[in-house]
């Protein structure tokens, strides 16, 4: 038999969101899966947020279904149907739009006189 199995029957994966220790197992991220003891199998059944598979587990799983039962929300109302479309009126008129008016051009500014360049003495 694999060593690994014998000393590690059970199989954890975290289901949650954000990272989370769980004893000497490690830390875990969302999808993390591990082999891991009975104890942390413990710890992580106890946490809630881990699926847990391994041997010996059909009590256990039948009180972790009972648990999820009695914890889990009513399910939602269903939504109520969508309001009907809006009826789309025929476009409005269009408002006449008067002609652009000529822009008067800018008189330039007359430029003084320039100077010949500079004599240094």
Known sequence: MNKRLSTA??????TG???VRLGRAGIFQPGTTAWVDQAAAEAARAHGQFLVSGPGLGALAEQM???LAEAAPEPPAPAPPPPPAPVIAA???P???PPPM??????EKPQPP????????
């Not at 029957?9 to 975290?14: A, C, D, L, T």
């Open 9 to 14: 029957p059970f199989h954890v994966q975290y």
């Open 17 to 19: 969101d954000g990272l």
């Open 65 to 67: 279904i009972s648990e």
């Open 102 to 107: 000529p822009i008067a051009p800018v008189a």
């Open 114 to 121: 320039r100077r010949g360049p500079h004599k240094r003495r």
């Open 95 to 97: 408002v006449p739009v």
């Open 91 to 93: 476009a409005p008129e």
